[in-house]
Structure formats: structure tokens, C-alpha cells
């Protein structure tokens, strides 16, 4: 919690409301990598401690984040939501307070908003695989926002407010709306710094899933709620029959009768929810559905990330990071980061546990057969990118794909590929911008060339790093790991 | 522990107005919450029986209006009303004992014997100002003053309950807003044709003088108030002479002789409305004169007294200029 400061907002129909100028100022996409990245320290002389002190410093290779264009795109959308939703919520003007005292008394979730709430429903959804870094850059994201800040004054009058910026929850495992908003409440309350007890409340008294569903309503709008992000979407898919469209619909009215805006964060399973309601679909396309996929063989990005995390080695023999290394990996990790890191952290553990104190390209190919045979099935799933396995692992299925088999009756179809191949030309086209300027402006129309045919091919659908124009000098803040664990 | 939020005061608003306006906010379940949040301490009902002090109230409500006690009690209730007519500053401890005489918007009524339960009084027209200017109506503290009949704003009567079906509203058990639409008969009060009947230059001058105190909201800084007229009565002090002159026998009889005449009035406006509504007959002066006779106690006779002479004096001035300066009131 932080009392609020306000400042002169950059965008200028954002003056005048206390909730937009108490946040942070819009970060220049620099100062948001630099943000978003997260290096934990490193110091080389710790190859030389004993072993069980290195095997605990391994544990320093989950808090790394490396930031990517991709995440800075995440940013700029959970930005923009945040400030859209607060546009048309100032608590100073009278269409507000009117709203609040009618969704007091009406005991209902269904209430009609000011008419300058309709400009502002705004919702995203953010897709990927397991163990890409959804929840990670999301959270990392959300960090760079004070959760609660504190109003007393604003230009001399008194206004004691409290501000939630954002409210993260997760999809209860049975998918239940009673559950959801019960840890609503349990999340406010913690937001809040223990000034209320909603959940003690409302567990103490005999109240249905309406009663919550109204009450979350109001509290949203008391505590001006900025963004209400929720997790693991994908639990929706067990609720049972109907029960994933009634908690759909209840987000949606959230955001239509308060103006909260909501971010939705799922693996590839909860993309067929999208498919079934097109009112749904749209709703969650501000920013087009946002998809982190896994990286390719031949990504930049990639090997970006493998760069970053190399440096930290704590194996007494240095291992050297070539291009059979480099393949290695990515045929072992299928480019999923949270594999990318368990395999070089398991390949580091066995290497100090068993005295080799080094590893080779070889024991990384067996590191997913050796160490998490769990994980194989899926892996060689991807890596044989047959279909006909995506019905065994219904999580891995690209959301194209899904969505493809919805429009299969009509006979539209959906290309993300091509978008996805636009992101890493654009990645590639600042990269070579950087060694031969004249080369880089010469494939300047290529990306965009390729994003509007992409655009017609896709009727609704749009990716991460399609709308960004302004692209981020990645290699001005590219992670230098010596550097920063030199200061 | 802070409060997480607390409504900003509307021009005029009551404590207990902001009350319930937080208690609507904050999506407590029932009022038990709500005062126990903004007072620290649970009640059995409504709050009206217990003996919370003020420094209480004043400790969890000062800080998030940016108000010391004084201004607390000065900004939103109608105890400067008290201060200004009795003359006698505030013993806190002793006078302001109870959160629901703080509470009660009817306060000081409390000192009269009879006149326990006061309803609040709201004006249909400030309802629907409020809703247009604010987008929510509130209780107002210019209204709630117990000899306070009309809106010194707008003129017409002020209403206790629904000129229609009779029903009241508890605001300290529910907490409850303002509405221009009744909860049990859905009648809208502003449709009421009898709400500018029968006003008296007496119930104008007692709401207009009420409405100057309370928009100063400052004490008075010299210590003449008209309180200290009854108390030198008794005394022989020759300031109190007024009230002992033919002239104010003669108001006297003449202020029952406009309340006979409005009474039967009342008679022919109760045949043509509704037979339940009985338009502030308590607060009349007939009521004050019969109060004064049967009270006992001398503070509260002496604010009775008061007004009465307040009445009479304004009545001989020929309403001279404004109303505080016609009394002498700094």
C-alpha cells in the first residue's frame, strides 16, 4: 500500500481523474524491460563453495526473467486496460457516484452504466502453453503497479479512497463461481492490508451465489478495482454443465456494468471457451487474444534466453554454450521455457551431485528420459507435431487449431503462423538494423507487408507484437548477465 | 486501524448521513459491521443504547475527513444549533455522552422528555436536487433540527414520513438513504399537494435562523445567545425584561390564535388528503408552549423559551435586514 501522489498524466484526457493520476507514469519501453527483467546476483567465485551450498543456488535460476518483445507488448495491453477502465471511472464526477448508489440498493449485479461506461468495456486474454511464463511476466508485469494505493487529498479536498490497481485471481479448480468470488474476497481483503474482512463475513452468513455475485459488483466499484486479472482459465473446462458460460458471463458483466476490465490467462485448453459464445470472444479482443507460443529452433529469442541463463553455472568446470549445445536443448525443452531452465538446472544438479562437475550436449538429450521421464510423452509430442496427438494432450493443441475445428462448419479458417512469423521478422529486422542499418531498412516493409495479409486471413484473431509499431531497442537493453552482476 | 475509504461530506450532510452512505459502500452485510467500523465497538441495535464517546467516533472518522473533533462535531451535526441558542459551550463528556445522541440528527431533541424517537425529515425537493447535483440524496442537517418544519431552501414542508401511506423510516437500525420514493407504497412525496400548506411566519423564521446557525458552522464568538434570556428571568436581571412585557403576553396570545386557525386548517386538510398524514402538529408552537408548561427540566424549558422569544423579538423588529444581524449575532 502507497499513499498517492499525483502527477500530470501524459495523456491528456486523463486529467482530472485522482485514480489515473495516482498511477505510475506510461515507462518508455526501455525503462519497461528493464523493468520486467529480473537477474538475480551471480558471483563466480561461488563454482568454488561446497556442494550443497551450489545445489541451493540453483534454485536462483527460477527468478530469472529475461524480458522479451513479447512481454513488452503484454505490458503496453495491461497498460492500456488499466487506464481505459479508469477513463471512464472518476469518482469526482456526479454519473459516478449515481452509479455507486444504484448498484448499493438494487441488490443486483445487473445494472445499467452511465453512458460513458460503454466506450470503456474492455477485456484481454492471454493464452499459452504450460510453463511458457504466462503467470511469471503477468505477475512481473502487475509488480510494476502499487496493488492498493492510498487517496487522502486531492487539490486540497478530502478524499479517502482506497485504489485496488489490480486484483489477481485463480480459476478455482472446479471452475465454481461461488469459489471464485470467494477468493475475490479473500484477495480485496489482503489488498486492503486487513482494513476489511469480506471473507470472514461472508463465510459467516447464509448468503447464495447471487448475494456474492452482487456484492463482488459493488466492492469492485467501492475500491475502484483497475484490472481483475484471472488465472488458470482453464479449470473453466471442468465446471460443470454450463457452469463455465454462467462464470464467463458474470465476468463479462462485471465489466460492462462497472467498467472493470479483466484479463484472462489460460493454457491452449481454454481457448475452446472462446469458441462457443461469440459475445465472449469479442469482449476479450482489445487487444486481440494474446498468445505466447513456444520458441522455434531458430529464434532469436530463444537462444537469447539460453545466453542469459548460461551464466549462471555453478559446476566447477565451465561449460562452454555452442551451437550443439544450443540444439541440444531446444530438442530436449521444445522451446518451452520452464523446461528450457528445469533441463539446464537438472543437467547442473547431477553434474555437482555426481563430481563430474561439468556436462555435455549428449546428457542434455537425456536429461527429459533420465530425469523427468514424466515430462517425454508430451515433449515428443511436440516434437513430432503430429496432430493426432493433440488428442491425447488436449492442453497442447494451438488455439488456431481449436478454433479452426469451431469454423470448420462454416469454412473460414484461421492462420496464426503467419503473424507469429511477422513477430520474429521484426525481432530479426532490429537485430540485423543494429550490424548493417541499410539491411535493416531494406526489410523495414517486409514485417508489415506480412501482418496485413496476416490481418485479412484472420478475421478476429490477432497476436502478441502485431499492433506495436514502435518496437523496443531490445539490444539497448539487452540482458548483459557479467555486467549486471559485476554492479 | 485506518478505514480503507469514507465518503467526501456533500454540502450540509449529517454524520449519520455519512453513515449510511458508508455503510452502502463498504458492502457490509448488515449495520452491526458498519458500526463497528466506524466506531471500533460492536452494538446490540442500531447504536442508539450504547455510550461511545465522541473521541471515539471522532478518533476513526477525524483523520479520514481531515477534521479535528470540534470541526467534526461543528461540520455535521446540529449541536452548534444547541451551542449558539443555549450559550453554554460543550462539556463533551458529560453532554455528548452517546453516539446516538451524536447520531440522532435530531439532537439536542433528547433533553426534551416525550420526543424520544425522531424520524429524520427530508425535503422532496432537496431529494431531487441532490439526485441531479450529486447523484445520490442524503440527509440533510438543516432539516433535522426538531422546530425546524420547513426547508429553508425551498419553502415546503418538511417530512417525516410518506405523506402517503404513513411508514417511517429507521435509519439507525437500516442505516438507510434518503428516497423520493416511499419502500412500501412506491408514492412519490413530491407529488404530495399539501407540501406548501399552512406555513407560518413563525415556521419561517425558526428554519431560516436554524439554517444561518448551521451555515456558519463556527461557535458564536461572544457569549450573548438567547438562552441566557430565560436563565436571567428568574434572576431579575434586567436584560430579561423582554419576556415579562405585556407585549410578549400579547405574542403569546396571538401565537394561539394562528395556531387555532391552522388547526382548523388541518382539520379540512386531513379530510381531503390522507386521514393518516398529520403534518408536524407536534412541531408546532402549540406544542412548543405545551412542552414549555410540562417540562421539567430547566435547560430544556430554556430552549423552548427561547425560540418563543426569538419569535416574539423578531416579530416586534419588523424583520429588519438579515436575521442574524437583526439578533445581534456576530
Known amino acids: 500500500m502507497i499513499s498517492a501522489i499525483y502527477r500530470r498524466p501524459e495523456v491528456f484526457e486523463h486529467q482530472g481523474n485522482p485514480l489515473l493520476e495516482a498511477l505510475p507514469p506510461i515507462l518508455g519501453n526501455g525503462e519497461t524491460l528493464d523493468l520486467l527483467t529480473n537477474l538475480p546476483p551471480y558471483y563466480p567465485n561461488e563454482r568454488n563453495h561446497s556442494q550443497e551450498l551450489r545445489i541451493h543456488y540453483l534454485d536462483r535460476l527460477y527468478d530469472i526473467i529475461q524480458a522479451q518483445p513479447e512481454h513488452l507488448q503484454i505490458a503496453t495491453v495491461v497498460s492500456r486496460l488499466i487506464r481505459h477502465g479508469y477513463k471512464s471511472r472518476n469518482p469526482l464526477l456526479r454519473d459516478y457516484s449515481a452509479h455507486a448508489y444504484q448498484l448499493a440498493t438494487l441488490d443486483s449485479e445487473f445494472v445499467t452504466p452511465p453512458p460513458n461506461f460503454a466506450k470503456c468495456r474492455s477485456g484481454a486474454y492471454l493464452t499459452g502453453l504450460s510453463g511458457i511464463g504466462k503467470t511469471t511476466i503477468v505477475e512481473r508485469i502487475l509488480a510494476t503497479y502499487p496493488q492498493t494505493i492510498v487517496h487522502e487529498k486531492y487539490h486540497d479536498r478530502q478524499f479517502t479512497q482506497s485504489q485496488v490497481v489490480w486484483l489477481k485471481l485463480d480459476c478455482p479448480h472446479d471452475g465454481s463461481l461461488k469459489q471464485l468470488c470467494l477468493s475475490f474476497f479473500s484477495a480485496l481483503d489482503h489488498a486492503l492490508g486487513g482494513a476489511t474482512d469480506y ?81 465472449n470472444a469479442r469482449r476479450v479482443s482489445f487487444a486481440g487474444p494474446l498468445i505466447i507460443d513456444r520458441y522455434s529452433k531458430d529464434d532469436p529469442r530463444f537462444r537469447l534466453l539460453i545466453e542469459t541463463i548460461w551464466h549462471y553455472q555453478w559446476t566447477k568446470q565451465p561449460v562452454v554454450l555452442d551451437d550443439k549445445m544450443i540444439e541440444a536443448i531446444y530438442e530436449s525443452s521444445q522451446g518451452i521455457t520452464d523446461v528450457i531452465v528445469n533441463i539446464y538446472m537438472l543437467n547442473q544438479q547431477f553434474a555437482i ?4 562437475e561439468a556436462f555435455t550436449d549428449g546428457d542434455v ?15 515428443n509430442a511436440l516434437r513430432s507435431g503430429d496432430k493426432k496427438c493433440y488428442e491425447q494432450f488436449r492442453e497442447l493443441e494451438p488455439p488456431a487449431d481449436q478454433w479452426n475445428r469451431a ?52 478475421n478476429t484473431v490477432q497476436t502478441v507484437g502485431r499492433r506495436d509499431t514502435q518496437r523496443p531497442d531490445l539490444d539497448a537493453h539487452m540482458f548483459r548477465p557479467t555486467e549486471r552482476a559485476k554492479r | 486501524m485506518r478505514l480503507p475509504f469514507f465518503p467526501t461530506p456533500f454540502p450540509d450532510e449529517t454524520l449519520v448521513s455519512l453513515f449510511c452512505r458508508y455503510h452502502f459502500m463498504s458492502g457490509n452485510i448488515s449495520t452491526t459491521e458498519t458500526y463497528q467500523q466506524l466506531t471500533g465497538i460492536a452494538y446490540s441495535w442500531g447504536g442508539r443504547n450504547s455510550a461511545t464517546s465522541l473521541e471515539a467516533i471522532a478518533a476513526r472518522i477525524g483523520p479520514c475527513l481531515l477534521m479535528s473533533t470540534d470541526e467534526l462535531v461543528d461540520s455535521l451535526t446540529i449541536a452548534p444549533l444547541h451551542h449558539w441558542l443555549i450559550g453554554k459551550p460543550f462539556e463533551r463528556k458529560s453532554e455528548i455522552m452517546g453516539l446516538g445522541q451524536i447520531l440522532n440528527m435530531s439532537w439536542p431533541v433528547r433533553m426534551i422528555p416525550d420526543r424520544e424517537s425522531v424520524s429524520p425529515r427530508i425535503c422532496p425537493v432537496c431529494i431531487c436536487k441532490d439526485e441531479e ?21 425551498h419553502g415546503v414542508r418538511l417530512l417525516d414520513s410518506c405523506p402517503w401511506c404513513g411508514s417511517r423510516q429507521n435509519i439507525y437500525t437500516q442505516l438507510c438513504l434518503p428516497s423520493i420514493c416511499c419502500r412500501w407504497c412506491g408514492e412519490r412525496a413530491d407529488r404530495f399537494s399539501g407540501l406548501t400548506d399552512d406555513v407560518t411566519w413563525f415556521e419561517e423564521l425558526v428554519s431560516e435562523l436554524s439554517s444561518s446557525i448551521l451555515r456558519r458552522n463556527r461557535r458564536p464568538s461572544s457569549d450573548w445567545t438567547l438562552g441566557r434570556a430565560e436563565s436571567r428571568i428568574g434572576h431579575g436581571d434586567p436584560q430579561a425584561s423582554l419576556v415579562d412585557t405585556p407585549e410578549f403576553v400579547q405574542f403569546l396570545q396571538m401565537l394561539h390564535m394562528e395556531i387555532a386557525h391552522i388547526d382548523a386548517q388541518d382539520e379540512q386538510a386531513r379530510n381531503c388528503h390522507n386521514p393518516r398524514w398529520n403534518p408536524f402538529q407536534r412541531f408546532r408552537a402549540e406544542f412548543l408552549m405545551e412542552s414549555l408548561r410540562s417540562c421539567e427540566r430547566p435547560r430544556a424549558r430554556g430552549y423552548l423559551y427561547s425560540w418563543l422569544v426569538l419569535g416574539f423579538a423578531y416579530r416586534r423588529e419588523q424583520k429588519t435586514g438579515s436575521i442574524m444581524d437583526a439578533f445581534g449575532f456576530a
Open chain 1, 353 to 356: 551431485l555426481d563430481s563430474k
Open chain 1, 407 to 458: 469454423l470448420s462448419k462454416s469454412g473460414q479458417e484461421i492462420d496464426l503462423m503467419g503473424v507469429n512469423d511477422t513477430l520474429v521478422e521484426e525481432y530479426m529486422q532490429r537485430i540485423d538494423s543494429e550490424a548493417d542499418p541499410q539491411k535493416g531498412a531494406a526489410r523495414a516493409g517486409e514485417p508489415q507487408e506480412i501482418a496485413e495479409q496476416g490481418e485479412s486471413q484472420l
Open chain 2, 133 to 153: 447535483m450529486f447523484g445520490v440524496a442524503y440527509w440533510h442537517r438543516e432539516h433535522q433540527h426538531c422546530y425546524t418544519t420547513i426547508c429553508p431552501t
Open chain 1, 199 to 279: 471473507y470472514g463475513q461472508i463465510t459467516k452468513c447464509r448468503m447464495g451465489v447471487e448475494g456474492y455475485v452482487t456484492l463482488m459488483t459493488r466492492l469492485c466499484h467501492t475500491y475502484h478495482i483497475g484490472l481483475l486479472v484471472i488465472d488458470e482459465l482453464q479449470h473453466l473446462t471442468e465446471a460443470p454443465r454450463g457452469g463455465e458460460k454462467k462464470t464467463l458471463n458474470f465476468l463479462l458483466n462485471l465489466m460492462n456494468s462497472i467498467g472493470v476490465p479483466i484479463l484472462l490467462l489460460g493454457t491452449f485448453e481454454s481457448a475452446s471457451i472462446f469458441s462457443k459464445t461469440f459475445r
Open chain 1, 365 to 379: 538429450r537425456k536429461a527429459i528420459s533420465n530425469h523427468c521421464p514424466i515430462l517425454a510423452p508430451a515433449i
